[in-house]
């Protein structure tokens, strides 16, 4: 069964999770705001995604290539500040319509903010929505940053990827 990995990132840490997937699938990888790849030629997909202002960063990907997808088996990963929970899960459904979301199996990362890395105005919009955070602890992470990135983390996805190709090989 041949699987591919697509994912967009800003800051780079979703890419960083890509390529850690890559390496232990051996499976390829592609940034989709860097090359065009038809993704039907694939079996399965893998597709990585931080949570950028409450919403799924490669939601447009999805959708404008939904046809293509919407058969295979869809394993997907969000990479965030928030832990996985019931906020990150209605970030994720909001982002997509219900068909689309029912169809995948979601696995949430944590990643990493650097706030020297951050565009003027997601520095600005960051600070704003930290003085603005009733939460203490995600009130002081939008403003001073994190690094939640954990390798060891992909393990779930790397399960699932093992599960799909043994279910392939036994149909063989
Ligand atoms: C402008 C901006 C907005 C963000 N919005 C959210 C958010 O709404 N919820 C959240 O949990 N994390 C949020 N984050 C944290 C990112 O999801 C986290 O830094 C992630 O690792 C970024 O992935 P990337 O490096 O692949 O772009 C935000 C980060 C930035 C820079």
């Known amino acids: ?12 840490s979703t890419e960083q999770y890509a390529n850690w997937i890559a390496e232990a699938t051996g499976l390829p990888v592609f940034n989709v705001d860097v090359k065009k790849v038809d993704p039907s030629k694939f079996d399965f997909i893998i597709l990585g995604s931080p949570i950028i202002y409450y919403k799924l960063y490669i939601r447009k990907w999805v959708k404008k290539n939904w046809l293509a997808i919407k ?11 928030a832990a996985a929970g019931p906020k990150l899960e209605k970030w994720f459904a909001n982002s997509l319509p219900e068909h689309m979301v029912s169809k995948m199996k979601y696995v949430a990362l944590r990643g990493r903010q650097k706030p020297e890395e951050l565009s003027w105005w997601d520095r600005r919009m960051l600070i ?3 003085m603005l955070n009733k939460d203490s602890q995600s009130s002081k992470e939008e403003f001073e940053g994190f690094d939640y990135m954990d390798k060891s983390s992909i393990k779930p996805i790397l399960e699932m990827v093992s599960q799909l190709q043994k279910k392939s090989n036994e149909m063989v």
Do not use: D, E, Q, R
């Not at 069964?1 to 800003?10: L, P, T, W």
């Not at 058969?71 to 990479?79: A, G, L, R, S």
């Open 128 to 130: 704003i929505a930290s």
């Open 71 to 81: 058969n295979k088996p869809i394993i997907f990963f969000t990479v965030s500040g």
């Open 1 to 12: 069964m041949k699987g591919a990995i697509f994912f967009s990132s800003k800051y780079g």
